[in-house]
C-alpha cells in the first residue's frame, strides 16, 4: 500500500541538503488555542524556528494525505476548520486512509516525524496520565508512543491539567528519559517548576543531540522527552491555576465530557476562567520550545555530518 505523503517544498529542500528540521503538531492549532490566535501562534512558532536556522515542518493530515510541511493557505483552513478529528496512533491511518482531513496529536506528529526522518518535534505539553485515571483509565497515547518511537519532544513538561506524579511514573516505567533543561525540577507547563525532581537534566542542546543519536546508536526504541521551564516572566503560578483547573475539573466531570474531548475541554474553560493569561502563557512556552528543538535540531545535524 502506497502512502500519500507530501513534504512542502521547504521540508523537501531541507532533507535533501540534510538541514535540520523541526516538527510542529496541528492538535495544538485546532484543538488547543481559539481562533484567530491559533492561526497567529502557529505562523510566529514557524517563524521562530526559521530564526533559529532549522526549517518548519508542521504535521496534518489533508483530504487523504499525510503533510510534513504546511503552506499557509493549508494552516488557514485548518485554523478555521470546525469539528476536525484530532489524530493519534489509533486513528490516524484510517484518516489516511478514507480520504479524511486530521489534526496531528503529540503521538501521530511522532510517527509522522520518524517517515519523514525529522528527529525533533516542539510542542507545548505532552499529555499524559489524566486525574482520576484510577477510575477513568483515561492515560494519553502521547506516553506510549515516547516509550517506541525515536524523535526527541520539546514540550513545557505534561500539560498541568494532569496528575502529574503519576504521568512521569508512567515515563519512567516506560523508559523514556526525561530531561529537565537548564533546573533540576520539572517544569508543570504554565509554571516554570514544581516540586517534582527532574530524572535528567541537561543545560546544552548539544548534550541533548547527543543523547538523541546515542540512544539511536545503542538501537533503543523511542524518543526523549525534554522538558523545557516557561520564561519565569511569563509563567502563571501554580497555586494561582490550582482552583481554576479544579473548577475546570469538575466542570467535565458535571457535564460528562469523556476521552478526546476532555483535554480541548480543559484547555478551553481555563483559558475563559483566567480571562485569557492561560493563553498567553501557553503561546510564551510553545515558542520557547520552538526555539529550544531548533537549537537541538541544529546540533544533530551537525553531529550527524562530521
Ligand atoms: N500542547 C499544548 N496544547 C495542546 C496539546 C499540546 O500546548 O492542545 C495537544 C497535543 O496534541 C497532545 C494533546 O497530544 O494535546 C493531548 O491530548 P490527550 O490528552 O487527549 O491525549
Ligand atoms: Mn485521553
Not at 207 to 228: F, P, S, T
Amino acid at each position: 500500500m502506497h502512502l500519500p505523503l507530501s513534504l512542502s517544498s521547504d521540508v523537501h529542500r531541507a532533507q535533501n541538503s540534510a538541514a535540520p528540521i523541526v516538527a510542529l503538531e496541528s492538535t495544538i492549532i485546532t484543538h488547543g488555542m481559539p481562533y484567530p490566535q491559533n492561526l497567529q501562534v502557529a505562523r510566529q512558532v514557524e517563524a521562530d524556528v526559521r530564526a533559529a536556522g532549522a526549517t518548519p515542518a508542521t504535521i496534518a493530515v489533508m483530504d487523504g494525505t499525510l503533510h510534513v510541511g504546511l503552506e499557509d493557505a493549508q494552516l488557514q483552513t485548518l485554523a478555521k476548520a470546525q469539528n476536525v478529528a484530532k489524530l493519534s496512533r489509533a486513528d490516524m491511518a484510517a484518516c489516511i486512509a478514507t480520504g479524511g482531513t486530521g489534526a496531528t496529536t503529540v503521538a501521530a506528529t511522532m510517527i509522522a516525524a520518524r517517515l519523514a526522518g525529522i528527529h525533533v518535534f516542539a510542542t507545548g505539553g505532552i499529555g499524559g496520565v489524566h486525574r482520576g485515571a484510577e477510575n477513568t483509565f483515561d492515560i494519553s497515547a502521547d506516553l506510549q508512543e515516547l516509550a517506541q518511537t525515536p524523535v526527541t519532544v520539546v514540550g513545557a513538561g505534561a500539560k498541568a491539567i494532569l496528575d502529574l506524579p503519576k504521568t512521569f511514573e508512567v515515563l519512567e516505567t516506560l523508559g523514556v528519559p526525561v530531561i529537565a533543561y537548564g533546573q533540576d525540577t520539572l517544569p508543570a507547563f504554565w509554571s516554570a517548576t514544581s516540586d517534582m525532581a527532574a530524572p535528567l537534566r541537561m543545560d546544552d542542546p548539544a548534550r541533548i543531540a547527543k543523547a538523541h543519536l546515542m540512544r539511536a546508536a545503542m538501537g533503543l526504541d523511542g524518543g526523549q522527552l525534554v522538558a523545557n521551564p516557561i520564561p519565569a516572566q511569563d509563567q502563571i503560578p501554580s497555586d494561582v491555576l490550582a482552583p481554576i483547573i479544579q473548577t475546570a475539573l469538575d466542570e467535565a466531570a458535571a457535564q460528562g465530557i469523556t476521552a478526546k474531548a476532555v483535554t480541548p475541554f480543559l484547555l478551553s474553560r481555563i483559558f475563559e476562567l483566567t480571562k485569557g493569561a492561560s493563553l498567553t502563557a501557553n503561546i510564551a512556552l510553545v515558542r520557547n520550545n520552538a526555539r529550544l528543538a531548533s537549537a537541538i535540531a541544529c546540533e544533530i545535524s551537525t553531529l550527524s555530518t562530521h
